[in-house]
């Protein structure tokens, strides 16, 4: 059974750091592709970030690059997503996700597996 458990969201000031982490079970993870998805009130699911199976490839979405990385630790089955400079506009609830079908995709078709989400709140 595949399991994505999300931690570090909450309630910051624009300008503020977050990291959110995502522990994955069940799945062969160093060769799992892993990504970062989020949700706004009232809008669709939309792409963040995107790490290949071995970290040496990333992808993010434009008004995140610059300001927030994506990594992962396949020894701690783990992916992170540092989220710097943070701005209002990045609240959402934040999933991991992951899938065992690619070695690497932004699209939110690839991915099997999802977290129950993590609330990340920006105030001005």
């Known amino acids: 059974q595949v399991q994505l458990v999300e931690s570090g969201g909450g309630l910051v000031q624009a300008g503020d750091s977050l990291r959110l982490s995502c522990v994955a079970s069940g799945v062969t993870f160093s060769r799992t592709a892993m990504g970062w998805f989020r949700q706004a009130p009232g809008k669709e699911r939309e792409f963040v970030a995107a790490i290949n199976w071995g970290g040496s490839t990333t992808d993010y979405v434009g008004p995140v690059e610059g300001r927030f990385t994506i990594s992962r630790d396949n020894t701690k089955n783990t992916v992170y997503l540092q989220m710097n400079r943070l701005e209002p506009e990045d609240t959402a609830v934040y999933y991991c996700?992951?899938?065992?079908?690619?070695?690497?995709?932004?699209?939110?078709?690839?991915?099997?597996?999802w977290g129950q989400g993590t609330q990340v709140t920006v105030s001005s």
């Open positions: 996700s992951a899938s065992e079908r690619v070695y690497y995709s932004t699209s939110p078709n690839a991915y099997d597996f």
